[in-house]
């Protein structure tokens, strides 16, 4: 009887070890999963701010590009027409009528105030990035807060859970040394035997030195 009690016992540290193991490992991750995301935060906000630059530097490249051709078409109709009055040529398949050359200066005016604006919200990127930056980063820290309080409290709630398995461990320790003084030569040796084994319960040594200095022979 005594013998199958101690065996409930083993079992139950055996049992209440692993699960000890595995919500420690969970600890360390969440842990490096925190870790993680605060230096994420800390990166977050240099990389907005070059893919905004990069954002503005590619506005202008684009309108630089387009003001370039509305130049060169414009020039190409100028030639077109010099040429029409020097040579007297009746017509012109490729000659665009002057309403539509209008509307080409007026867009590429449009083009050139859309460029200086955007050269100097490059200059100032600084102080216009600051609302978008905030913005985003505002929401963004929020994001991985939330996930940051949910990780801690479960990180929390897993020692809490732990220190209550350590008192179940504590418990069958006791109840085997003290049964330890009750058990025959026979079943103390199987008992050291199963100790022996428990390699996952990190006090089995102890276990055993206290399970055999309470053998009474």
Do not use: W
Not at 174 to 190: E, F, G, N, R
């Amino acid at each position: 009887m005594i013998f199958d009690i101690c065996l409930v016992e083993l079992n139950r540290i055996r049992k209440t070890s692993i699960n000890m193991t595995n919500i420690s490992k969970s600890i360390q991750y969440k842990k490096i999963v925190i870790s993680e995301e605060k230096e994420n935060i800390k990166k977050l906000q240099q990389k907005v701010i070059n893919n905004y630059r990069s954002d503005l530097q590619c506005k202008i490249l684009s309108y630089k590009t387009e003001i370039m051709a509305i130049q060169n078409e414009l020039l190409l109709q100028s030639c077109i027409r010099i040429q029409r009055r020097v040579r007297a040529y009746s017509r012109r398949d490729d000659l665009v009528s002057l309403d539509e050359i209008k509307g080409y200066r007026k867009y590429m005016i449009h083009l050139k105030e859309e460029l200086i604006n955007t050269r100097l919200e490059l200059l100032l990127y600084s102080d216009d990035l600051l609302s978008f930056k905030n913005d985003y980063l505002t929401n963004h820290i929020q994001y991985i807060n939330d996930i940051l309080l949910k990780t801690e409290k479960s990180v929390l709630d897993f020692q809490k859970h732990n220190y209550s398995l350590n008192k179940i461990i504590d418990s069958s320790y006791t109840l085997l040394c003290k049964l330890a003084a009750k058990m025959t030569i026979s079943d103390v040796m199987k008992i050291q035997g199963q100790i022996k084994k428990l390699t996952g319960f990190p006090r089995y040594k102890e276990l055993l030195n206290d399970f055999t200095e309470n053998i009474k022979i």
